[in-house]
């Protein structure tokens, strides 16, 4: 008995060091060169702190006003950094200023399986800018293929009147139903925007970083701001249906059990 106690033990402390295992966390850091002309290089690093391979990495760069390369990477082993450069080239006439620049890393797991991620930067270009236009993006909570609405949540700070481009950026895992909108907004205004998301193929457990841009133009000159938050992926808990029991029945049970047992006591003394 002691013996089967033991290997069980032994058989769940395994199971436990494997369900540990098999962590892929990647952190992307991007500088970007202040582009004068028409072309910029884009410097970026990539480390994974976890203690697993991520394989086929690959960044790519999202920008609405300039073209950019891919940057293939390959394997990633845990805690050997890489670096690359990439070109951004504008692609037509801007104003000078400050524009979104989103990084999307694609990369699979040791059994082939999909994950994307998304983080931001800025393209600098001839001057920078300051925006007074915000954005604050309320956590959210995700289970199974439920839809609910993701809340951003838009303040403009200036003295005038905005015409604010907004754009959504989320993980390849995730759907959205509408990913750009322009909002008006005026002075000192705040405004409430909902969007529906749910998961695609996002595995339980996972949270994955959303983004939204705020562009505007003021003066000949670009303003950009971003606003982040988490998407949380939890397990659907499947309804446990409780039968409707009367709170007096076991009350009840209990004492015609203590009769029967005294009945039989009393009847085994005679």
């Known amino acids: 008995m002691h013996l089967k106690k033991l290997t069980l033990i032994i058989a769940w402390l395994l199971i436990i060091q494997v369900v540990s295992a098999g962590v892929i966390s990647l952190t992307t850091t991007i500088t970007t060169d202040q582009m004068t002309e028409k072309t910029a290089k884009t410097h970026v690093k990539l480390l994974n702190s976890g203690d697993e391979t991520a394989f086929n990495v690959q960044i790519s760069l ?26 951004i080239t504008k692609t037509k006439e801007i104003s000078p200023g400050d524009y979104p620049l989103v990084v999307l890393t694609d990369y699979t797991d040791a059994n082939s399986y999909p994950f994307s991620s998304v983080s931001q930067n800025y393209i600098n270009y001839k001057t920078h800018t300051v ?33 604010v481009k907004i754009k959504l950026f989320v993980p390849r895992e995730l759907k959205i139903d509408s ?43 670009h303003y950009s701001s971003f606003a982040q938050n988490i998407v949380s992926i939890v397990e659907k ?12 029945l076991p009350i009840l049970t209990f004492f015609v059990l203590l ?12």
């Open 179 to 221: 990913d750009k909108l322009n909002l008006t907004i005026k002075s000192k205004e705040e405004k409430t925007l909902n969007f529906d998301v749910s998961s695609f193929s996002a595995l339980s457990g996972s949270s994955y970083v959303v983004l939204a841009s705020l562009e505007y133009e003021q003066d000949g000159l």
């Open 131 to 163: 925006s007074r236009v915000s954005g604050v993006i309320s956590e959210l909570t995700l289970s199974g293929k439920e839809s609910k609405k993701l809340v951003l949540t838009v303040r403009n700070l200036d003295d005038v009147t905005h015409e």
């Open 62 to 87: 999202i920008t609405d006003s300039f073209k950019t390369d891919q940057l293939y990477v390959g394997n990633l082993d845990p805690n050997i950094p890489f670096e690359g450069d990439l070109n």
């Open 237 to 248: 808990k499947s309804p446990s249906i409780a039968p409707s029991i009367p709170f007096w």
């Open 259 to 270: 009769i029967i047992f005294g009945y039989y006591l009393i009847r085994g003394k005679k």
